[in-house]
């Protein structure tokens, strides 16, 4: 895999600030910073240096308030579709499998290892970008200049002071990362030898997966077929009736359309689900989370569907670059799915109208929280929309006040929204058009979290027309 080095003691930085800490600087606790950079060079952003990101970072609040501590999710703020998941391993085996199975799909891991013989761990975090044999090649962020070469796990001197060449000893934690970088789907294997059961089976499940191998990964997933849907089985009835209906067991068949892979045995049937809506149905409006995660899309024309299935008659909406949507999904899917190819996301857009959207197309707002106090209901638009399409607004710079009061004062302020955060009109739209980008006029409002009130029209501008089918992105 293509990754930039770099050190956290080049001259350049090494002397900066990190994050919002007074003493702590990029040079003598950087390593995580550095290893996210050198990462997110593999993602996307190849000119991305460790100041650039520390200063990006301190932009979204990206750091524990006072302290040197990076916020790992906000990275998806300046690298769209990249995230990291931390694993805590110390005093337990380092989950190589799950090392073994992100490398092979081209994912960088950033490990934690200790570096120092003192008590405890005092941790140091290291790029591992490939495998070999039973080892693993890491970039050290440390060295300056950075070490050419291949510094293997095993013989490093971190290997050293865990005083073991096991991997999975040396290894303290992890961060599993992710991007939208291309994942080509996989080829469909042949399973047909000519055997078949005497009986048909069912998707019990809506977006039932049709996979290359028996196993759940993003890089084994061919396709999505909708309840009900039939599939012809690929292995004697002996062989395939006991795995129908049980956890664990996988089934070899073949789609309608021809495609054959393997399918979960717990989710078909030999008969189909009299429960299900019919083909074509849009989904049922759920209770929208007062505080639900939202995402922002990052390129224009992204579809909202109906389902996850890529042909036209499941688009419903299609959005402009930079609409944020809020996610009817735990904030834990909502950073595993975004910027992964082949996964959905159930959203609602500012309108109350729901779907699901390419979670490789959306990058994340924020994350909001699923507990009892989100449980709050949203309500619709207080208007009836017709013919008539309510006028949806954009901040056009950063900190622009959100109030109670149609004026200034510290006492109306509610909140301060970033540039291109997305309002609702909830005035006459006739009205609301006729104000925007006039000095001394104000438009009533509600946001994407249900709130209302007033923002000054000069500083707002109306959201651009939803683009036509035409020019959409490939969101297959």
């Not at 008590?119 to 693993?136: F, P, R």
């Not at 054959?260 to 989370?289: D, Q, R």
Request: charged share 20%.
């Amino acid at each position: 895999m293509t990754i930039k080095q770099f050190s956290q003691t080049d001259p350049a930085w090494k002397s900066k600030l990190l994050g919002f800490d007074k003493s702590s600087t990029i040079g003598g606790y950087g390593c995580l910073l550095t290893s996210i950079t050198m990462c997110a060079t593999h993602y996307g952003a190849p000119d991305l240096t460790p100041e650039q990101l520390n200063e990006k970072l301190k932009a979204v609040n990206g750091f524990q308030a006072g302290t040197a501590y990076l916020i790992g999710w906000c990275i998806g703020s300046i690298v769209p579709g990249m995230s990291v998941d931390y694993r805590q391993c110390a005093g337990a085996p380092a989950p190589l499998a799950e090392i073994d199975a992100s490398l092979a799909q081209g994912r960088p891991v950033i490990i934690e290892a200790d570096w120092s013989p003192s008590a405890g761990v005092q941790t140091h975090y290291m790029v591992a970008y490939a495998k070999e044999g039973d080892d693993y090649l890491v970039y050290d962020p440390y060295p300056f200049p950075v070490t050419n070469g291949q510094i293997k796990l095993s013989t490093s001197k971190y290997a050293q002071l865990a005083g073991s060449k096991d991997p999975s000893r040396i290894i303290t934690g992890c961060f599993f990362t992710r991007g939208a970088m291309k994942i080509d789907p996989p080829t469909p294997p042949k399973l047909d030898k000519g055997v078949y059961a005497s009986f048909p089976v069912y998707a019990t499940a809506d977006d039932l997966a049709l996979r290359s191998q028996p196993m759940v990964t993003d890089f084994t997933l061919l396709k999505r077929f909708p309840v009900n849907t039939e599939f012809k089985v690929l292995e004697a009835d002996a062989t395939a009736g006991p795995k129908v209906g049980t956890q664990n067991q996988w089934i070899p068949v073949k789609a309608p359309d021809g495609t054959e892979g393997y399918t979960a045995g717990w989710l078909i049937s030999k008969s189909k689900n009299t429960a299900a809506p019919a083909p074509g149905t849009p989904p049922a409006a759920v209770p929208v989370p007062k505080d639900a995660p939202v995402v922002k899309t990052t390129v224009d024309a992204l579809k909202l569907r109906s389902r996850p299935d890529n042909t036209e008659a499941t688009i419903m909406k299609i959005y402009p670059i930079g609409t944020e949507l809020k996610v009817l999904e735990a904030p834990s899917e909502v950073k595993r799915k975004v910027g992964v190819n082949f996964e959905w996301l159930k959203v609602s857009d500012v309108e109350g109208k729901q779907g699901v959207v390419a979670a490789w197309y959306v990058t994340i707002v924020s994350l909001g929280a699923f507990g009892p106090e989100a449980q709050r209901q949203t309500s619709g638009p207080n208007f009836s929309v017709g013919e008539v399409l309510p006028v949806i607004l954009r901040t056009v710079e950063d900190n622009v006040a959100f109030r109670s009061q149609a004026y200034i004062s510290k006492d109306t302020l509610i909140q301060r929204l970033p540039k291109d955060s997305e309002l609702i009109a909830i005035e006459p739209e006739d009205v609301a058009a006729s104000k925007i980008g006039k000095s001394g006029e104000w438009i009533k409002v509600r946001d994407l979290k249900d709130n209302e009130g007033y923002v000054a029209a000069w500083l707002v501008k109306e959201r651009p027309a939803d683009p036509v089918p035409q020019v959409s992105p490939d969101d297959c």
